[in-house]
Nanobody, 116 residues
Framework: QVQLVESGGGLVQPGGSLRLSCAASGFTFSRFTMNWYRQAPGKERAFVARMASTGGNTNYADSVKGRFTISRDNAKNTVYLQMNSLKPEDTAVYYC?????????WGQGTQVTVSS
């Protein structure tokens, strides 16, 4: 059974940091490109960050470049999103996604709220 379980969300003040984790099971994690998406209230789900299966290539949305860092540990079947210098506009539900050759898996999401 495929599972992606996000954790690490919460309430943080502007300028603060959070580290999200996504633990994967039920598929060959090391073959999959791992992505983070987010969905703010009233908006469509949007791409945040991507890391290739080998960990060599990364991509970021312009809005998070220089502030967010995606990483993965294939030995632990886990992908991370380090979020620094958080802004109120980063408030959203953050979703982990695994993609490989037509297979596309999603986690249930974790809420991140940036507010003073």
């Amino acid at each position: 059974q495929v599972q992606l379980v996000e954790s690490g969300g919460g309430l943080v003040q502007p300028g603060g940091s959070l580290r999200l984790s996504c633990a994967a099971s039920g598929f060959t994690f090391s073959r999959f490109t791992m992505n983070w998406y987010r969905q703010a209230p009233g908006k469509e789900r949007a791409f945040v960050a991507r890391m290739a299966s080998t960990g060599g290539n990364t991509n970021y949305a312009d809005s998070v470049k220089g502030r967010f860092t995606i990483s993965r540990d294939n030995a632990k079947n886990t992908v991370y999103l380090q979020m620094n210098s958080l802004k109120p506009e980063d408030t959203a539900v953050y979703y982990c996604n695994a993609a490989f050759v037509g297979n596309n898996y999603w986690g249930q999401g974790t809420q991140v709220t940036v507010s003073s």
